[in-house]
């Protein structure tokens, strides 16, 4: 609150009115701050990053098609696998086949990336050169 002093008359009136200059002043400083920070602080490493592309998938019978639902089980070709070392028996035998199978993984949307990061694991522990990803194509209207 401010009040007036130094009046010519005795009506001492008190304005109640907020002076809201500190306030303005306080504000444009930190926006200043900001604008000077900003920069600073979303700079980043530059990167290239991949582009997205759709590829039609090409069924081979020899592809091995594994499923991770939701609840981080895994089925190999519409089988459910027990577990981890289930799966690495399976794609054990698949590695030495020639032509080595290509594994082709669909993960639901909502699965975590811990049973998908699994399963690529496992993928590699066998020695399986080609894994790629099943996806939804994007909606046309984007």
Same mark, same amino acid.
């Given at each position: 609150?401010?009040?007036?002093?130094?009046? /010519?008359?005795? +009506?001492?009136?008190?304005?109640?009115?907020? #002076?809201?200059?500190?306030?303005? /002043?306080?504000? &444009?400083? &930190?926006?200043?701050?900001? &604008?000077?920070?900003?920069?600073?602080? &979303?700079? %980043?490493?530059?990167?290239?990053?991949? #582009?997205?592309? #759709?590829?039609?998938?090409?069924?081979?019978?020899?592809?091995?098609?594994?499923?991770?639902?939701? $609840?981080? $089980?895994?089925?190999? +070709?519409?089988?459910?696998?027990? /577990?981890? /070392?289930?799966?690495?028996?399976?794609?054990?035998?698949?590695?030495?086949?020639?032509?080595?199978?290509?594994?082709?993984?669909?993960? $639901?949307?909502?699965?975590?990336?811990?049973?998908?990061?699994?399963?690529?694991? %496992?993928?590699?522990?066998?020695?399986?050169?080609?894994?790629?990803?099943?996806?939804?194509?994007?909606?046309? #209207?984007?």
């Amino acid at each position: 609150m401010a009040m007036s002093i130094g009046s /010519d008359g005795d +009506d001492e009136e008190v304005i109640s009115a907020i #002076n809201t200059t500190p306030l303005v /002043d306080v504000m &444009l400083v &930190l926006f200043i701050i900001f &604008l000077i920070t900003s920069p600073i602080v &979303l700079q %980043t490493l530059k990167v290239k990053l991949p #582009n997205e592309k #759709n590829v039609v998938t090409i069924t081979k019978p020899e592809n091995i098609v594994i499923s991770v639902g939701k $609840d981080g $089980d895994i089925y190999w +070709d519409m089988q459910l696998i027990a /577990d981890s /070392d289930a799966l690495f028996e399976k794609m054990k035998v698949a590695a030495v086949k020639v032509p080595q199978p290509e594994i082709h993984i669909r993960g $639901d949307g909502n699965a975590r990336y811990e049973s998908v990061g699994r399963v690529i694991y %496992t993928a590699q522990r066998a020695s399986i050169m080609k894994v790629g990803f099943i996806t939804e194509p994007p909606p046309l #209207n984007q």
